[in-house]
T-cell receptor
Framework: EDQVTQSPEALRLQEGESSSLNCSYT??????LFWYRQDPGKGPEFLFT???AGEEKEKERLKATLTKKESFLHITAPKPEDSATYLC????????????FGQGTILTVHP | SQTIHQWPATLVQPVGSPLSLECTVE??????LYWYRQAAGRGLQLLFY??????ISSEVPQNLSASRPQDRQFILSSKKLLLSDSGFYLC????????????FGPGTRLLVL
C-alpha cells in the first residue's frame, strides 16, 4: 500500500527564516510526486511535479527536491503570504490516476 | 486556459436528505475527473474517478455515488446523507498528456446535521 508521511505537522517561522518541509513516501514504482499549497477553505493549488530522484524544481521562494525515499520543499526567506498548508502526494506507476496524499504541513510565517 | 467550477460552495443538510454536488470543467476536452473528500482540513481521500462519459470507478465503498452525464461534468450524489458524510469535497481534472497533474476546484463544504 502506498504511503505518504509529512513532517513536521506544523511549522512556525519568522519572516525571512528559511526552512524545509519533509515528505517521506513508499510507493510501488513512483510515477510522480506532487506538491500542492492549500489556503483555508480553498482547493489545493498545484506547485510542482517531480518524476525521478535528483530532480529539482523552483518557483519564487520555493524549491522542491526528490530522492528515492523522500522529497523536500525548501522555503527561502519566507513571507507571511507563504502561510498555508502544504500537501505532498504520490502517484504509483501502476495507478490509473489515484494520488495518495500526506496529512500536510501547516506553515505559519510571522512578520 | 482551463477552469474548474464546483457548486454549491457551502451546503448544510439534515441527516437522511439527498445530495447533489456538481463539478464542471472548461477549456479542455475528455479530461479525467476525480472526486476527493478532505476531513478536518488535512489529507485528501479519493472517492471516485472517471475516464469518460458514463465511466465511473469507485475507490471507497460508501454512501455516495458519482455520475458523468457529459464530457466535462461530474456529479456526486447521495440518496440519504449520514453524519459521517460531512467534509470538504473537492473535484479535480487531469488532461490527457498534461504531465498527469491534477488540478483542483474550489471545493464544497458539506455539513450534515
Amino acid at each position: 500500500e502506498d504511503q505518504v508521511t509529512q513532517s513536521p505537522e506544523a511549522l512556525r517561522l519568522q519572516e525571512g527564516e528559511s526552512s524545509s518541509l519533509n515528505c517521506s513516501y513508499t510507493v510501488s514504482g513512483l510515477r510522480g510526486l506532487f506538491w500542492y499549497r492549500q489556503d483555508p477553505g480553498k482547493g489545493p493549488e498545484f506547485l510542482f511535479t517531480l518524476y525521478s530522484a535528483g530532480e529539482e524544481k523552483e518557483k519564487e521562494r520555493l524549491k522542491a527536491t526528490l530522492t528515492k525515499k523522500e522529497s523536500f520543499l525548501h522555503i527561502t526567506a519566507p513571507k507571511p503570504e507563504d502561510s498555508a498548508t502544504y500537501l505532498c502526494a504520490v502517484r504509483a506507476a501502476t495507478s490509473y490516476g489515484k494520488l495518495t496524499f500526506g496529512q500536510g504541513t501547516i506553515l505559519t510565517v510571522h512578520p | 486556459s482551463q477552469t474548474i467550477h464546483q457548486w454549491p460552495a457551502t451546503l448544510v443538510q439534515p441527516v437522511g436528505s439527498p445530495l447533489s454536488l456538481e463539478c464542471t470543467v472548461e477549456g479542455t476536452s475528455n479530461p479525467n475527473l476525480y472526486w476527493y473528500r478532505q476531513a478536518a482540513g488535512r489529507g485528501l481521500q479519493l472517492l471516485f474517478y472517471s475516464v469518460g462519459i458514463g465511466q465511473i470507478s469507485s475507490e471507497v465503498p460508501q454512501n455516495l455515488s458519482a455520475s458523468r452525464p457529459q464530457d466535462r461534468q461530474f456529479i456526486l450524489s447521495s440518496k440519504k446523507l449520514l453524519l459521517s458524510d460531512s467534509g470538504f469535497y473537492l473535484c479535480a481534472w487531469e488532461g490527457r498528456g498534461a504531465g498527469e497533474t491534477q488540478y483542483f476546484g474550489p471545493g464544497t463544504r458539506l455539513l450534515v446535521l
